[in-house]
């Protein structure tokens, strides 16, 4: 079992769509969690933190729920250039270097 | 100004051969990592650095060897290189109080035929 999982797409969507996108992951012991943000044949960048309370930028909202152990991502009002890769990214470590990244969720918002 | 830049872009090498990748970041950070991106794009931690010392050595075959000169600069020297070692090598770095914000390069995809 993979430690972080998520459904690899694509997710298809027109303009102005809301998508959403789950993450699991399997150690109950994770410690921070993250959403990153690939474009094809480019390096990963930091999309968001996750936090418990749950927190929103702009159009992006993150939720975390540990009972469950699971991450969303929920993304109003898709822009064309929302498309990408969407990374789970779970952080075990205390120091919180040691990132696990999920394989990533592809996203691409049609005209 | 690029933040955190590698060379080089591209490497097509063949199986046996050593080679080098070279990472360099202009932030300030105190930490820089090694990653691979299979062709099934999972990106996996090889190494870790704080302030030119290992912090973090994942399961990778030894023929990987990082170097610290500077906590600016890790390069990575692969030796004997095989096929399976053909992937995309990303270098990030982050600074001591947000090790989750990690800033990558751009790649170094590397070929082995």
């Known amino acids: 079992r993979k430690e972080v999982e998520q459904d690899p797409g694509p997710f298809n969507v027109p303009e102005g769509a809301t998508v959403a996108f789950n993450c699991t992951y399997s150690?109950?012991?994770?410690?921070?969690f993250f959403w990153y943000r690939q474009d094809c044949r480019k390096e990963p960048k930091l999309l968001m933190s996750?936090?418990?309370s749950g927190n929103e930028d702009g159009r992006f909202t993150a939720q975390l729920n540990r009972a469950s152990q699971y991450i969303s991502l929920l993304i109003r009002d898709s822009k064309l250039s929302d498309s990408a890769t969407y990374l789970c990214?779970?952080?075990?470590?205390?120091?919180?270097?040691?990132?696990?990244f999920g394989g990533g969720t592809r996203l691409m918002v049609k005209p | 100004d690029t933040a955190v830049s590698q060379t080089p872009k591209y490497l097509v090498t063949q199986m046996g051969n050593d080679k080098s990748i070279k990472c360099e970041q202009n932030?300030?950070?105190?930490?820089m990592y090694w990653y691979k991106q299979d062709s099934k794009k999972f990106l996996k931690i090889m190494f870790s650095?704080?302030?030119?010392?290992?912090?973090i050595n994942e399961t990778v075959p030894n023929r990987f060897s990082p170097k610290s000169p500077d906590k600016a600069h890790l390069n990575l020297h692969i030796n004997s290189l095989e096929l399976g070692d053909s992937a995309v090598y990303f270098c990030?770095?982050?600074?001591?109080?947000?090790?989750?914000?990690?800033?990558f390069g751009p790649g170094t995809r590397l070929t082995v035929t």
């Open positions: 990214v779970v952080n075990y470590d205390n120091a919180g270097n040691m990132l696990t």
């Open positions: 932030l300030g950070h105190d930490t």
């Open positions: 990030a770095s982050s600074p001591i109080s947000a090790p989750h914000e990690q800033y």
């Open positions: 650095y704080n302030n030119k010392e290992l912090i």
């Open positions: 150690n109950s012991a994770s410690q921070s």
């Open positions: 996750v936090y418990s």
